[in-house]
């Protein structure tokens, strides 16, 4: 049956326009065992579009270009373990915007900047 989306994609997917898209894509599978899907370069070895699987979302993402700059962004993530990924993140070179905390939710959540300028806010629910 043709359905309007390649199958196991979700229907919302965000759209990262990077300073470094292979760093990026290299931070996701090393942060969050992102798994790359599909990648097409563009002209003078940028990634005009590529696509990584965290779990159960697709993040789409490219280089920045003249004509589409980077934009900074932040994405939140739910993991098992707040903790191990915050440390397996800045293992795989981001930087601590906040080390992992639980406030006044019910979310443990740390946030660290990878090298294409993305933020990711890492939380795992915790009661």
Known sequence: MPTFKPEHYNS?????????AA???LFLQQAFDGVAL?????EAGRIMHAEVRLDDTVIM???AHPDWPAVLAHVHIYVPDVDAT???ALAAGATSVQEPVQKADEDKRGGVKDAGGTTWWIATRIG
């Open 38 to 42: 599909r990648q097409y370069p563009g």
């Open 61 to 63: 993402l490219a280089d």
């Open 23 to 25: 760093a990026t894509i």
């Open 86 to 88: 915050y440390q397996r």
């Open 12 to 20: 919302v997917s965000p759209y990262l326009i990077v300073a470094n």
